[in-house]
């Protein structure tokens, strides 16, 4: 891979430590790497995560070894994201991912940073300045029947995007119009959307993923919309198909036990940290996230 953009290097046991920043040719090789650690992301989503920052995803090398990943996507001049921490298992413990954030951290500035973190690097990550928000339940569970997407949810069309796109932001807090101007429409990319009038009230996204299927974000004015736009999702999905999503723990617990009424398991928790002042999110419109790699 030839050298690109904000390389930095030290002399490691007489290989070279070098951080690159990656194109998404390039970073194909860190979604590989990724789907062997079981992290099944969705197809096409690192299309649109570099849409977003194509100057925020790193690779850190020993020598011509890659042994090292992270993304730093800033969303704007105030707030960025952290995901895809990723050290090759043979090279844990020895200080490389501490390197790695050293170099990349630098691309996110003055701006608050959230991330999705493993409970093993949350003491990491506070060392670093980030204070724990909530946790996340991932959630996988397998299409037992044939659904059919409720009569007033409606499948999204380009036309509602930018309506969509205006909603997911009045619910976060952030603006997520590159993530999301390709995100629910495409190939084995779906959106649903539930409208009051004209005023948008829900959405659903669900997407083929390297196992199966992903869905999120979702979003609801209220819980009692939760359920349909859940089963619409779900309708997308063939009959065996693994579903997985990312559901935050709060005091509702309208889609963790929906979820589990169709069959659906937490498998581990991630927790949600923030350095800096957090986004003014509306917490209780939020019922599952887009992705643990950009929130």
């Known amino acids: 891979m030839d050298i690109v953009k904000n390389k930095t290097e030290t002399e490691t046991s007489n290989s070279v430590w070098r951080v690159e920043s990656a194109n ?27 849409e977003v920052d194509d100057q925020g995803f790193f690779i850190g090398y020993l020598g ?20 895809h921490y ?28 959230g991330l999705d973190g493993m409970p093993a690097q949350v003491d990491n990550y506070a060392k670093w300045g980030f204070a724990g928000d909530r946790y996340n339940l991932r959630m996988v569970g397998q299409v037992q029947q044939d659904y059919h997407c409720p009569d007033h949810i409606a499948l999204v069309q380009a036309a509602d995007i930018d309506a969509l796109i205006a909603y997911d932001q009045s619910c976060t807090g ?7 101007k390709h995100w629910f429409i495409g190939e084995t990319r779906y959106g649903f959307i539930c409208r009051s ?20 974000p979702l979003f ?16 997308a999905v063939p009959q065996g198909g693994k579903v997985t999503l990312d559901v935050p723990e709060k005091a509702d617990r ?42």
């Open 86 to 113: 990723l050290v090759s298992p043979a090279y844990r413990g020895q200080g490389y991912g501490l390197k790695l954030c050293q170099s990349a951290f630098y691309h996110g500035g003055e701006r608050c940073m």
């Open 64 to 83: 011509k070894e890659p042994v090292a990943a992270m993304s730093v996507v800033n969303y704007s001049s105030r707030f960025s994201f952290l995901g």
């Open 24 to 50: 998404l040719a390039e970073w194909q090789a860190v979604i590989a790497w990724a789907k062997d650690e079981g992290w099944d992301m969705g197809i096409g989503d690192a299309n649109a995560f570099f």
């Open 220 to 235: 609801a004015n209220s819980p009692d919309l939760v359920e349909p736009l859940f089963i619409a999702a779900l309708s």
């Open 174 to 180: 952030i603006d997520r119009s590159a993530l999301l």
């Open 197 to 216: 009038g004209q005023e948008v009230t829900g959405i659903i996204g669900v997407r083929q993923s390297q196992e199966g299927y992903r869905v999120g």
């Open 254 to 295: 309208t889609l963790i036990s929906l979820a589990e009424t169709h069959g659906f398991e937490s498998i581990f928790q991630t927790l949600r940290m923030y350095r800096g002042e957090p986004p003014k999110e509306q917490e209780h419109k939020v019922w599952c996230i887009a992705s643990l790699e950009l929130g």
